[in-house]
């Protein structure tokens, strides 16, 4: 089956401590995307990578960073410098177009401080 | 700033009845608008989609409604089943050197009631 794996489900991070949160598709999609949601709000855009290798900032991008090596991948670091890191992660594929082009998310990584 | 605005927060619909969901976007520039569904503890799953070219797209039991000149879409969902019981989220896309992105309005929470 094709789709988006997020791991861990559940993540605790204590203060000072970065943490990587993992996100693998096989869907063979250009562009990935990892996004917060806090609860009873919508989603907001951390960063985003149309290719290999290359990656942008979105709207919240501060306290966070992403590397994106292999087409498959693009794991998102929670660094020690985002003061407020508990909310809940969405990992997202695309093919890429010039269209706009429906998003699929992953099942979430639930991050909370110790 | 908040581009896309969604309402109510939270609705409650009687088991066979219609749920309305209401957006209004700012950015002319937006050109496909998707409807996403989630469940608790998941991740959000496209429900339905249209581009501006189209004034209705009808998917079973789903509609959206896109009005070009008011800046406003909506989605119906007819014959409500307590299975319909969720959080839906509509968003907006542009496309372009920056990519396929998605802007999300806030959310409305769906009770059926049997």
């Known amino acids: 089956d094709g789709g988006i794996t997020q791991s861990p489900k559940y993540l605790f991070r204590k203060e000072g401590q970065n943490v990587t949160l993992s996100c693998e598709q096989n869907l063979n999609h250009d562009a990935m995307y990892w996004y917060r949601q806090d609860p009873g709000q919508g989603l907001r855009l951390i960063y985003y990578s149309q290719i290999v290798n290359d990656f942008q900032k979105g709207d919240i991008a501060e306290g966070y960073s992403v590397s994106r090596e292999k087409k498959e991948s693009f794991p998102l670091t929670v660094t020690s410098a985002q003061k407020n890191p508990t909310a809940f992660y969405l990992c997202a594929s695309s093919m890429r177009s010039d269209r706009g082009q429906p998003q699929h998310f992953g099942d979430g990584t639930r991050l909370s401080i110790l | 700033q908040q581009q896309v605005k969604q309402s109510p927060q939270s609705l409650i619909v009687q088991k066979g009845g219609i749920s309305i969901i209401n957006c209004a976007y700012e950015n002319t520039a937006f050109d496909y608008f998707p409807w996403y569904q989630q469940f608790p503890g998941k991740g959000p799953a496209l429900l339905i989609a249209?581009?501006?070219?189209?004034s209705e797209k009808k998917e079973g039991r789903f509609t959206i409604s896109f009005n070009k000149s008011a800046k406003q879409f909506s989605l119906h969902i007819m014959d409500s089943q307590p299975g319909d019981s969720a959080t839906y989220f509509c968003?907006?896309?542009?496309?372009?050197?920056?990519?396929?992105?998605?802007?999300f309005g806030g959310g409305t929470r769906v009770l059926v009631k049997p």
């Open positions: 968003a907006a896309s542009t496309t372009g050197a920056a990519g396929n992105k998605l802007t």
């Open positions: 249209i581009r501006p070219d189209v």
